[in-house]
């Protein structure tokens, strides 16, 4: 029924790679030899870690396939290596190689998830103290500053050392991940609230919120959908750095005991485990995984870095 | 229909920003004594006046007289300090988020700067089909494209830029889609908050156009906050003159060019740039507009004033009707001496 005057000549949106392609943020990555190879890495992390079950040549978890007679055989340049563990093995006979892989994917695991939850609460926070002001505001900074006088570490070591006293340490060691990811969660997420917060200070002024309020718009729907989205740059640029800082903690606690038990190890307590034999020349348990770990988080830092430059509205306006 | 009814009914407005910070801040040491003391900036003191249907009712003064707060204390975006604001007979000033929802659709705003007032991650279709979602529940996806492609047609974008977003449009065609935004729920009512004086002259004359087209065509009332009073020539039925947040007179516009009553609009007028400006006789006020926070007793305009008297300086003017049609807030009128 529409008549010849009716249809219009709408030009489709080009598909999402193709504006992406178009973007600031994409020209700058082809431009930044940096950017690019942290990118390239940390894509291989994550490949590594995703597939860490197809790739690693053990299973390190099943007891059935470890040989203690296999214990602290060196990488295979060095001699007196197995060629069959490309790495060497650890103290339990375990294959290096596999072990970090699985360990990778723990860590990153660990951090992304940690820094999923301190982002929901940060957000959740952050919005509504920046967006309703006053009195909540007051309330809400004040409880994050409450959190930021606790070092995360802290408060880390005491929840968890409680937690493995009260409940043993086989509880613990099957919850051990859970409560990584809550305790290193918990802790940080005034990062993200005093970044958001900042950013609706900086949003809720402008006319197109008082427009959203003009058409009848609830608090929570002009909070989420408007002026969130304009909030999500530097959200991003915190995510990158936080995701790092939150594989180093969970990294510290297990070289402290408190992390992932022995059975699954992460980064962190293959680094931890490593670390008696250091002197008895099996270097490899320790060193190892110490440079997968200090290469993921350096990526990370680096890839943090060149996204607040890029997205640093005082450089570019977009 | 009758020209005569009034639509918005606005009575002793007052708004008033504390200004004093949070409860340790107002403590002050005074003469021994630890005392709280409030400071309130006075944006609004007693502000009334009607809009009349179908009229365009200009409000000028320049800036921070409040002709702003007044706009945004009657969409409802500021809560009135005292006094009470009336649309079709109804008090609105105190009605809930959700009761006051109903209005929202009949009673709509066009901010002034047309950058801030589009929301930047949003595609113009985004932007304007979730007004008409929100408030049309049980209109269908091609009903609400529809609409929105008709008023886009109305306010000349073409609707297919919709998949655009704001930072690709110019000034004037972002404040063509802050009308287009306004005008998608058929509203009766509109206030414009400055809504030109963020654009290029050449510009400012086409949404001028498009916003009396709009007001013909849709039966609108306007409430249009202006500091350009070339504009209210052109554009208002009627004028409110406001200074230092009190109204100092509300008259037709020819009248109000014409024969101005009030000392201040007499000055104001006479400050029009004009092309044959050979002689110009404009009436050069003496000292600063005063600061809100402390309001000048009587009349807020008598230290400006070449005409004050002693009841100037102590009791506060009010509006009153004069056989011409216009209000006129001065005890030197009132009183005849002027």
New interface residues.
Partial sequence: MTTPVEVLDIPTRPSAWARFKDTHLFHSFTRDKVAMVSFGLFVLYALAALFAPLIAPYNPYDPASIDIMNSELPPIWQEGADPAFLLGTDAQGRDMLSTMLYGTRISLMIGICAVMLQMFLGVLIGLSAGYFGGRVDSFLMRMADIQLSFSTMMVAIVVLAVFQAAFGAELYADLAIFMLILVIGIAEWPQYARTVRASVLAEKHKEYVDAARVMGFGSGRIMWRHILPNTLSPLLVISTVQVANAIISEASLSFLGLGMPVSQPSLGSLISSGFEYIFSGAWWITVLPGIVLVVLVLVMNLLGDWLRDVLNPKLYKG | MNAQQPILQVRDLEKRFNISG?FLDQLKFQGGKIVRKQENVHAINGVSFDVMKGEALCVVGESGCGKSTVA?TV???LKPSGGSIHYNGERIDQLS?RA??PY??K???I???PY???????TITQTLE??VR??NPGMSETEVKDKV?AVMFDVGID??W??RYPHEFSGGQRQRI?IA?ALT?DPEFVVADEPISALDVSIQAQVLNLMMKAQEEHNLTYLFITHDLSVVEHFGTRVAVMYLGTLCELAPTKTLFATPRHPYTQALLSAIPRLQDHRPNHIKLQGEVPTPVNLPSGCVFHGRCPHANDRCRQEVPKLVPQSDGSQVACHGVEEGRL
């Fill in positions: 949070d945004r969409m409802g975006l988020d006051v929802l929202r659709k009673m709509q705003m901010f002034q700067n801030a007032s589009l929301n930047p991650r949003k979730e007004p929100f408030h492609k609707p297919g919709g998949v802050s935004r729920l």
